[in-house]
């Protein structure tokens, strides 16, 4: 049996035959796109030549991208363990053509890797082709129709023209586009139940059919959508394509499912070792393939940088991540599980992917921590679910309303179709169509948030030729000439320069500052920011640039204090490395010219003592003066020299190196300085957790850091001479003072408490008795929650066979405390239902165990009225908890 590693190295190597240059996949996290939370295509890193905003020094071009779909348009979550092939986390093999070949090459290797290589029955196949739209006036693809017939033995009639939606490519609402023609495989008779139940007609491009199922699309790239919405012929054709590696492996090895090639079938087998549940058909075989899936997504994102999150991608890995702990679940599994699993990836696809080896550890303490704060959450949904449905009972209704499980969904990461499961076994439908239009609002708010550079109007251009060459490496200042300018939504100048000194943001760090000048007039630059190829200045000033030259100059002083902490970044992470680890991998940064922010993986707090000895260690490689070594290289000699490479960072084939000799070598573009000692001292100022298994060190260099341990001597000066104590003799002192403070605090408390018995026994007086109980309810005046407590264990410790209902407005909130006797608790009296009963009196509602319960109220106003009430309230409810025990 041809294995997954086979297929996906045949289908390189094919290509590199045919003169396709071999690109590594990017990151399944994009860096560089504001329009993406996840790479979801193999072209997406290809954009740029696409948009004409970048170039490649080749023409061809052959990768397995590793894709996620979870979001947006792209998004098949829902979809995954309900079928056989749907995923949220996917390879995407692929090859392009970049003004080269067209379409008759792009099908006719098609056709040949398909079946004359791999073997795959040629009367299985079927074609489909764009059919035309004579409402756009745009013409049927007879030319992809007419090849599939010359250029391979397909017949006629297995050529489908089908209309726009299955088969015209569109990038976005404007930009290119193209028809696109898909290989199509019958799998044969009884493989798809809904056709075999008579749901539908079996064929293809029909929905949801899981006989006739798409292997391959061909996108021939030869429009150019304009914003009026018509179309113009591109003046270089492209070809971009795109074929599932779990699709073919699975049809390849003659499996019945995605799920039983072996890019899964080592996952499933480790599931069901760890749950001790064998794989089945029904609930328990959707669980295992939605926890294979989102495991594979979870991993590759993690891995790439991302983490979860209440925003952004970060939501959707979070929401993934509890749709898999709650299926796991259905396999009885309580404590968190899913986090094992993740070693057993890294053998499955560590070969092609070494991240995932050597981010393991990292990412399962991720995930694990993520499975048991969502333990924590888990219960709170369930009881919020409980309740609604308990509600739409009372109320007779049989509908789950589409605003709960939206907030379910939203709020406690509940997948929408596990919610319908669980509806249906207390017999209740969902308002599916009111959820679809919570979540189109909020589709519609994430897509407003990540327009970016998208907003730039129409660009004029003033020169022809290239534009955009960095030059400030070397220089800061230049004469140059605007090759196009365009205004933002904002109403800010956008400038392309011919060549430039201005650094754009990237690999942490930020965009320069300057100025650019020339006689049209001058413009002051904010920052400076990649757009595909495209630096892209971004400028306040009025005036509109013309052809004459300009002068641009970067701000020497930002930029050098900037630089420090460039260097300074690679310096920390070496230390950190050389003191905690070699599992410390740098997470992110900021590189700034006031301070650097580091980002790094570690499972636990570094000691006092660690953090020192990497800030000496810093300090020490400054003091070296080393010259830096900074050089060009080619990416696989340099990683195989250890240089370090960071994951989730994209890099060409041909890679910058920045390297203090002796010390650390990374991948690196951004601007660093001569010589170690310019950055003159480094001190660390705080040190943190930002998320599981990742943390934070905020660091200072150069005057910053001089200015701030200026800050701090003058700061001890001042202590010193208010506790009269010298340096020495500080810690002592304060540590006395404290010790004095707490001795002092624990007398009031002792006051306080004496205090609060006397309130209690001086309450006792205004008791009642309702069928046998005693009852007190009554306003008190105190300072905080901790004495409505206080008064309120006084109370029930005092009262026999009673119930207490206490009042207060505590810093303008208004708090209810109701406590129930022993006695009473044993006879089913509850102190949180009591509670609730008279706080809906002043617009409040509350809960708690049965002999302590406490409230809030919204409209202090009516807090007197609630607590005039609770006598009535509770002997009502006293009498109707008898009348319950006697029926």
């Known amino acids: 049996?041809?294995?997954?590693?086979?297929?996906?190295?045949?289908?390189?190597?094919?290509?590199?035959?045919?003169?396709?240059?071999?690109?590594?996949?990017?990151?399944?996290?994009?860096?560089?796109?504001?329009?993406?939370?996840?790479?979801?295509?193999?072209?997406?890193?290809?954009?740029?030549?696409?948009?004409?905003?970048?170039?490649?020094?080749?023409?061809?071009?052959?990768?397995s991208q590793k894709c996620i779909r979870a979001s947006g348009k792209h998004n098949d979550l829902e979809d995954v363990g309900r079928d056989n092939y749907h995923h949220t986390f996917f390879e995407m093999l692929g090859n392009w053509s970049f003004g080269d070949y067209f379409k008759r090459e792009a099908i006719a290797w098609a056709w040949e890797l398909l079946v004359e290589k791999w073997g795959l029955p040629a009367d299985s196949l079927y074609a489909t082709v764009f059919g035309g739209s004579p409402e756009e006036g745009l013409e049927a693809d007879e030319v992809a129709a007419g090849l599939w017939t010359e250029v391979t033995p397909l017949p006629e009639a297995r050529v489908l023209r089908c209309g726009k939606k299955d088969n015209f490519w569109e990038m976005g609402e404007i930009g290119p586009c193209g028809?696109?023609?898909?290989?199509?495989?019958?799998?044969?008779?009884?493989?798809?139940?809904?056709?075999?139940?008579?749901?539908?007609?079996?064929?293809?491009?029909?929905?949801?059919?899981?006989?006739?199922?798409?292997?391959?699309?061909?996108?021939?790239?030869?429009?150019?959508?304009?914003?009026?919405?018509?179309?113009?012929?591109?003046?270089?054709q492209h070809v971009d394509t795109g074929m599932g590696l779990e699709r073919i492996t699975r049809v390849l090895q003659g499996k019945q499912s995605n799920y039983d090639s072996d890019l899964f079938t080592p996952i499933l087998d480790a599931i069901a070792e760890i749950t001790g549940v064998p794989d089945a058909e029904g609930e328990v075989g959707v669980a295992f393939r939605v926890i294979a899936d989102h495991l594979r997504s979870l991993t590759f994102a993690?891995?790439?940088?991302?983490?979860?999150?209440?925003?952004?991608?970060?939501?959707?890995?979070?929401?993934?991540?509890?749709?898999?702990?709650?299926?796991?679940?259905?396999?009885?599994?309580?404590?968190?599980?899913?986090?094992?699993?993740?070693?057993?990836?890294?053998?499955?696809?560590?070969?092609?992917?070494?991240?995932?080896?050597?981010?393991?550890?990292?990412?399962?303490?991720?995930i694990k921590a993520e499975e048991e704060s969502f333990a924590q959450t888990l219960d709170r949904g369930l009881e919020i679910f409980e309740r609604v449905a308990r509600e739409q009972h009372q109320a007779g209704s049989k509908t789950l309303p589409g605003e709960e499980v939206f907030r379910l969904y939203d709020?406690?990461?509940?997948?929408?179709?596990?919610?319908?499961?669980?509806?249906?076994?207390?017999?209740?439908?969902?308002?599916?169509?009111?959820?679809?239009?919570?979540?189109?609002?909020?589709?519609?708010?994430?897509?407003?948030?990540?327009?970016?550079?998208?907003?730039?109007?129409?660009?004029?251009?003033?020169?022809?030729?290239?534009?955009?060459?960095?030059?400030?490496y070397d220089t800061l200042q230049l004469e140059t000439q605007v090759h196009s300018f365009s205004r933002n939504a904002e109403g800010e100048l956008l400038l392309l320069l011919e060549r430039t000194p201005f650094y754009a943001e990237g690999g942490g760090q930020v965009g320069d500052q300057g100025r650019i000048y020339g006689e049209a007039g001058e413009w002051r630059v904010s920052d400076v920011q990649r757009d595909g190829g495209?630096?892209?200045?971004?400028?306040?000033?009025?005036?509109?640039?013309?052809?004459?030259?300009?002068?641009?100059?970067?701000?020497?002083?930002?930029?050098?204090?900037?630089?420090?902490?460039?260097?300074?970044?690679?310096?920390?992470?070496?230390?950190?490395?050389?003191v905690l680890g070699d599992h410390v991998n740098q997470a992110g940064s900021v590189v700034h010219p006031d301070y650097l922010r580091f980002d790094y993986t570690h499972f636990e707090k570094p000691g006092t003592e660690q953090l020192e000895t990497v800030e000496r260690m810093v300090n020490q490689a400054i003091r070296a003066n080393t010259p830096m070594k900074i050089y060009q290289a080619d990416y696989d000699t340099a990683i195989a020299n250890g240089v370090t490479a960071l994951f989730g960072e994209k890099y060409g084939d041909q890679v910058r190196v920045v390297e203090v000799p002796e010390f650390t070598a990374e991948l690196c573009g951004g601007c660093h300085v001569r010589a170690t000692g310019d950055i003159g001292i480094l001190t660390i100022v705080s040190e943190s957790s930002i998320a599981s298994g990742v943390r934070r060190i905020a660091a200072l260099t150069g005057e910053a850091a001089e200015a701030s341990l200026r800050k701090a001597s003058k700061l001890m000066e001042e202590l010193q001479e208010r506790v009269n104590a010298s340096a020495e003799e500080l810690p002592a002192r304060i540590k006395g003072l404290l010790e004095e403070r707490k001795k002092l605090e624990q007398e009031l408390r002792s006051l306080k408490k004496s205090g609060r018995a006397g309130d209690a026994k001086a309450l006792l007086d205004k008791t009642t008795t309702v069928n046998g109980v005693t009852v007190l309810s009554s306003e008190v005046n105190v300072g905080s929650v901790e004495e409505l407590r206080g008064i309120a264990d006084s109370l029930r410790k005092e009262m026999k066979k009673g119930v207490a209902l206490i009042g207060a407005v505590i810093d303008g909130k208004a708090s209810l405390l109701c406590v129930v006797t022993d006695d009473l608790v044993k006879q089913n009296v509850k102190a949180g239902e009591i509670v609730n009963l008279v706080a809906e009196f002043a617009e409040g509602r509350g809960g708690g165990p049965p002999h302590m319960a406490t409230a809030g109220a919204k409209n202090p106003g009516k807090l007197p009225l609630a607590v005039q009430q609770a006598p009535e309230v509770i002997s009502a409810y006293l009498s109707k908890l008898s009348d319950q025990v006697s029926n």
């Open 179 to 236: 028809p696109c023609s898909e290989v199509h495989m019958d799998l044969g008779e009884g493989t798809c139940p809904l056709g075999e139940a008579g749901v539908h007609e079996c064929q293809v491009n029909q929905e949801g059919c899981w006989r006739f199922i798409e292997l391959w699309n061909l996108v021939f790239i030869q429009f150019n959508r304009l914003a009026s919405g018509e179309l113009e012929p591109l003046p270089a």
């Open 411 to 472: 709020t406690y990461g509940f997948p929408v179709d596990l919610t319908r499961l669980m509806a249906e076994e207390q017999g209740l439908a969902v308002d599916m169509e009111a959820f679809e239009q919570l979540m189109e609002g909020q589709r519609a708010m994430g897509k407003a948030a990540s327009q970016g550079l998208q907003d730039a109007g129409d660009w004029t251009k003033l020169a022809g030729g290239t534009h955009s060459a960095f030059e400030g």
């Open 302 to 366: 993690i891995s790439d940088g991302a983490l979860p999150s209440n925003e952004g991608r970060g939501y959707v890995l979070r929401r993934m991540l509890r749709r898999a702990a709650r299926f796991g679940k259905v396999l009885g599994m309580q404590e968190p599980f899913i986090h094992k699993l993740v070693p057993v990836l890294g053998e499955v696809m560590g070969d092609a992917f070494p991240e995932l080896r050597v981010q393991a550890a990292h990412a399962a303490r991720v």
């Open 1 to 63: 049996m041809k294995t997954s590693q086979a297929i996906r190295k045949e289908f390189i190597s094919f290509f590199e035959d045919k003169n396709h240059k071999f690109v590594r996949s990017s990151p399944v996290v994009p860096q560089d796109d504001p329009t993406l939370l996840f790479t979801n295509a193999g072209m997406n890193q290809f954009k740029d030549v696409f948009l004409e905003t970048g170039t490649r020094d080749y023409a061809r071009a052959v990768n």
């Open 534 to 578: 495209r630096i892209v200045h971004i400028c306040q000033g009025a005036a509109e640039p013309d052809q004459r030259p300009v002068t641009a100059e970067v701000d020497a002083a930002r930029r050098s204090a900037t630089t420090l902490n460039h260097t300074a970044t690679h310096l920390l992470h070496r230390a950190l490395k050389n």
